[in-house]
């Protein structure tokens, strides 16, 4: 939802309980003056509890409402809060993403346990803010999470095979430990592509078919594939102690301050 229609949804919300507010009371008041010049005190008292007792559950829904729109705000905030998160990690983990693949290459196995993705936030609270949410949000953070729970579930076969391959390395099959390396770089950077698209349109994120966020997604996915292969190619000519180095100045040149090699 955009900032204007949640403007449009707080203003309708204090809009009704003010009104259901002022129609009870303006009710409450024209039933006083009636009942006081008939002198009928009964009816007089039974009005003025029942009146109370509308207008306290009036005020209480309306409070309601607000306070329930207010939760769901907080939590859509806190969504596209986790999903900056996420891109941050994935941009600090992709140098590790390349080193592992180029690594593959010269089967020599590198593998990083923290390389592994939590969505805290969507995974407790998604239920409880998605009928907030248009069709392409819903659609968009799904499919953002069937990606991380991919790549989590690889990780967790890597570890398996960096196990065996430890166990027994002159016999083991590289290809399949390239094959997963190749992987997990794809839905690495897939996944980057999904959530930067997400968080420039946070109002129609989702990749729809035909549309340019279809087209857009194929190109950067023929474009990756293609990288991929260079930097396998690349890495059957690079010397291994290249692959392994961690810090790389040119990913820095943008910074004024400077540090000592």
Known sequence: MDIFGERRTYRNIVG??????????????????????????????????????LLGWLAGQG???LDEWRERRRLRKQLLEELSHIQNTLDMAHQTMLRILQLSVMKIVE??????????????FYPNVCSSLNKSQRASYEKIDQMLKASNRLHEQQAICAEKIARQSSSYDWGWWRKMARFQYLIFNEVS?????HLTNP?????????RSH????????WLRDEIEKIVEGAKTIDPRLATITYDPDMFTNLDDEIPD
């Open 63 to 65: 409070g309601k409402l």
């Open 215 to 222: 087209r857009d997604y194929l190109k950067h996915e023929q």
């Open 111 to 124: 593998y990083d346990e923290s390389q592994r993705f939590s969505n805290p936030i969507f995974d407790n």
């Open 203 to 211: 109002d129609s994120p989702a990749i729809v078919f035909g549309e």
């Open 16 to 53: 009704l309980t003010r009104l259901a507010d002022f129609a009870t009371g303006r009710a409450f008041l024209i039933w006083s003056v009636r009942m006081e010049t008939s002198g009928d005190s009964t009816w007089f008292k039974v009005l003025v509890v029942f009146l109370a007792a």
């Open 193 to 197: 592509f999904l959530i930067n698209h």
